[in-house]
């Protein structure tokens, strides 16, 4: 294997821009590897490297395994042989009659012989450090990637499966509740002070997440495009989110009279009987929806479904939130209306974060509280 020709900044940026989380740090450590002979072998042992350095996680797995062989090509694999041992042709007797023994010849066995890592690459890491350091501005600054450099993967570049689930995990709204099984500290130490002796500790129920979440997705029609995404929006927050409790529904275009539990609009429940189940001072709503963007032009009837919607639910809801999959300088018409009605914002990773903010009562602008309907921009 050429060390200079290994595509290591390629690698590196392209996991860089997938989300996996290399610095400076981890890349001269692999650097600093291949220098001192580990990893430079063939291809199967960069990989390994590779993986014992960066690796943290099975989703970290998984992108190191699609962008290395995407990018380190099999023909590296190919590693100069051993050349075979020319045959030497018996020599030609003049006298037919007489057989002369050769003397048996012991080959030497070949012990096997670590090569040494080439000179050059002590000579490259300082060059490969300011280029990875390049990278890194460049992909920290730009976080649309141009449709010329997409690189075929299931994850959503600007949001990140990693990056939704760190993003649920703020929607936190915990209470006491249970039996109590957690050591109370102050409570302990105000009963030695009042009774002068430890007879027993103080114990208090433990903390919990009641946190309610009612995630919307708007299927189909212009939706299309993003069912991949909107798939994964629902599934980080089911499972990577630790809330409460968390309900998704599925809509198209606008929920009118019901919601649904499935994708394919199967299993149908009325709006009303949903929002009766709610409790009010724990359960937020999300709603991710292009907003009529996608298409473009101006819809009246779907603003006004939409109003009416948000009106049916304000008394139910706590706060509200919307995401909308398209940028914002396509939010005219039909969305740009909406948004006047309930804050909304980009699907992209600090959209996602102020969307949760907003859920968790960080804002006051352009939320429910109770039954007032504020901040109608």
Known sequence: MIVDELPLIELFSQLREAGFPLGIGEYKLLLEALQKGFGASDRDSLYRLCKTLWVKSTEDKRLLDYHFNLVVKE?????PGIPEKPEISEPETENPGIIEIEPEVIEPTIEP??????????????????AAKAVMQATSKYEE??????????????????QMKQSWRY???????????????????????????????????????RSELLLLIDRDGSMVPFHDLSQRLAETAVRGGRLGNAGIYYFHN?????????????????????????????????????AGAAR?????ERVELTAAFLQ?????????????????????????????????????????????????????????????LRGMR
């Open 75 to 79: 023909s590296q694999e190919e590693v």
């Open 113 to 130: 012989i670590v090569s040494a890592p080439p000179p050059e690459l002590t000579e490259i890491i300082t060059d490969e450090v300011q």
């Open 145 to 162: 990637i141009s449709e010329h450099n997409f690189i075929l993967t299931s994850e959503y570049f600007p949001v990140t499966q990693r």
């Open 171 to 209: 929607l936190r709204r915990f209470v006491r509740e249970g039996p109590p099984i957690e050591l109370d500290v102050e409570g302990t130490v105000n009963q030695i002070g009042q009774q002068g002796i430890l007879l027993s500790p103080v114990l208090m129920p433990r903390r919990v997440n």
């Open 254 to 290: 606008c929920p009118v009279n019901y919601l649904y539990h499935d994708p394919y609009h199967l299993k149908a429940e009325k709006i009303e009987d949903l929002l009766a189940k709610l409790r009010p001072q724990r359960s937020v709503m999300l709603i991710f929806s292009d």
């Open 296 to 300: 473009g032009g101006y819809s009246k």
């Open 312 to 372: 049916q639910i304000k008394a139910k809801v706590r706060y509200v939130a919307w995401l909308n999959p398209m940028p914002e300088s396509r939010w005219e018409g039909t969305a740009g209306e909406v948004a006047r009605l309930v804050p909304m914002f980009e699907m992209a990773r600090r959209g996602l974060q102020d969307a949760i903010a907003l859920l968790r009562g960080k804002s006051q602008n352009s939320v429910f509280v109770g039954t007032e």
